[in-house]
């Protein structure tokens, strides 16, 4: 654990792992490059990831130095196995399988629990959650997940933790907007330690950039959560990123980048 901490609060040891697909998609290659501006892109180390017999390799989520991936022979497994992977060390172990069978549209957060002094693993879908704390071993079901709410997960990575609780968009009302009952987005939370649902106050300008059909997603800028939103369609790009200086404050959210490109389609922000 100490490890760990010291690891995230020295930047001299921080690194960032890249996995790369080759261009038939049956392979994947993983690498790991120091963050240090004294160390250059050719320090790139290739790592030997764990199942290397598995074709199909996807990074999760990741907390103070370990990975959440999930291994599978075929994209569409719907039964992949998941693993917990320590880069630095080449060690991994594998983890129960989640009970849900659903692969495409659900997300995954990781992070440290001080309360109960352990790290839980958060993976949620369009309209279910299951949590593993790493001591305890096994998924478990949450039942409180918010009643006529979906899930909008299309432009998230991974979901954000910050402040001990993970975040990510939600929608209610009909899927699609024009309907008598348009589609309403959100930023809820989740407590790692008390596990109970809450929403987290945007800006006036962050609810208008959720109408319609454009794409929303969460992330993680030097300990600030973040939320951003695009649209791609009729070739009309655009991303916007906000940030929110100070947690749960309405009026810290501030408008960090806005980028206007007719090639966006998706950008996923992984900061």
């Known amino acids: 654990m100490k490890h760990f901490k010291h690891a995230k609060n020295d930047r001299n040891s921080q690194k960032i792992l890249i996995t790369h697909m080759l261009q038939n998609g049956s392979k994947f290659l993983s690498y790991c490059c120091p963050l240090s501006s004294v160390q250059m892109a050719e320090d790139a180390e290739r790592l030997d990831r764990p199942l290397s017999s598995k074709p199909f390799f996807r990074v999760m989520c990741a907390c103070d130095g370990l990975v959440v991936v999930i291994v599978s022979d075929i994209m569409d497994d719907t039964r992949p196995i998941h693993l917990l992977w320590n880069p630095s060390i080449r060690e991994s172990i594998v983890l129960h399988a989640p009970e849900s069978e659903e692969v495409y549209s659900n997300r995954y957060g990781f992070g440290y629990d001080s309360t109960s002094v352990d790290y839980k693993i958060l993976r949620t879908c369009s309209v279910s959650t299951e949590i593993l704390a790493l001591k305890d071993g096994f998924w478990r079901k949450i039942d409180k997940h918010p009643h006529g709410v979906r899930n909008s997960l299309f432009s998230t990575s991974s979901l954000a933790f910050v402040h001990e609780a993970f975040h990510w968009i939600v929608r209610s009302g009909e899927y699609y907007s024009g309907r008598s009952h348009p589609r309403v987005r959100s930023l809820v ?21 959720f109408v319609g059909d454009n794409c929303a997603g969460v992330s993680v800028l030097d300990g600030m959560l973040c939320v951003n939103s695009g649209t791609g369609l009729l070739g009309i790009g655009s991303y916007k990123l906000w940030v929110l200086k100070d947690y749960g404050v309405e009026e810290s959210w501030s408008a960090l980048l806005t980028i206007e490109d007719p090639s966006i389609y998706r950008l996923f922000t992984k900061i």
């Open 189 to 209: 939370s989740f407590s790692i330690s008390k596990e109970m649902y809450g929403e987290i106050p945007v800006s006036k300008e962050i609810l208008l950039s």
